[in-house]
């Protein structure tokens, strides 16, 4: 059975840091990309980053990038997100998901329970 | 960017039909996936790949996609599919998600 458990939410300061870890287990990580997805307080959806099954390609929303960064260590089998110059706007649930394809249609079956992430003095 | 277009909310009598849509300029010639998510839950799919349904999702979830237009159809619509409902679809290696739509169901 597929699990992608988060960590590593909690209160920052404007401007400071934090690191997102996502313990996937149930199947091959290192044959799957994974994504972040987060969720303002109320509100939809919104990308925020994706990266390949090696760790060799990674994709960012305009809204993140620069400041936060995409990794995985596959020996792991863990998803990281790091986030610095963290912004009020930056608050929300993180939830990460694994990208499954059929026939080149790649879709996000799997989603873990997230993590709340919230910026504030 | 590419942006996708929900109406937020949508509201349907138990046992009829829902329809939630989703526009994009030429959605149709991209795959959409459609996610539920009921409060306080992660999402789930309930269909990728315009029509297909994941196993384990009823029937009663159909997608389609043409046009400018993709379309979640819930028939025969209960107390339980009440939720929020997201489009998804790929912008080159970016994914987008529509603004959302909230279904009641009463």
């Known amino acids: 059975e597929v699990h992608l458990l988060e960590s590593g939410g909690g209160l920052v300061q404007p401007g400071g840091s934090q690191r997102l870890s996502c313990a996937a287990s149930?199947?091959?990580?290192?044959?799957?990309?994974m994504t972040w997805v987060r969720q303002a307080p109320g509100k939809g959806l919104e990308w925020v980053s994706g990266i390949s099954d090696s760790g060799g390609d990674t994709y960012y929303a305009d809204s993140v990038k620069g400041r936060f960064t995409i990794s995985r260590d596959n020996s792991k089998n863990t998803l990281y997100m790091q986030m610095n110059s963290l912004r009020a706007e930056d608050t929300a649930v993180y939830y990460c998901?694994?990208?499954?394809?059929?026939?080149?249609?790649?879709?996000?079956?799997?989603w873990g329970q997230g993590t709340l992430v919230t910026v504030s003095s | 960017s590419y942006e996708l277009t929900q109406p937020p909310s949508v509201s349907v009598s138990p046992g009829q039909t829902a329809s939630i849509t989703c526009s994009g300029d030429?959605?149709?010639?991209?795959?959409s996936c459609w996610y539920q998510q009921k409060p306080g839950q992660s999402p789930v799919l309930v269909i990728y790949?315009?029509?297909k349904r994941p196993s384990g999702i009823p029937e009663r979830f159909s997608g389609a996609n043409s046009g400018n237009t993709a379309t979640l159809t819930i028939s025969g619509t209960q107390a339980m599919d009440e939720a929020d409902y997201y489009c998804?679809?790929?912008?080159?290696?970016?994914?987008?998600f529509g603004g959302g739509t909230k279904l009641t169901v009463l």
């Open positions: 790949q315009d029509s």
């Open positions: 998804q679809a790929w912008d080159s290696s970016s994914v987008v």
């Open positions: 998901a694994k990208r499954d394809c059929t026939g080149g249609v790649c879709y996000f079956q799997y």
């Open positions: 149930g199947f091959t990580f290192s044959s799957y990309a």
């Open positions: 030429k959605l149709g010639n991209k795959y």
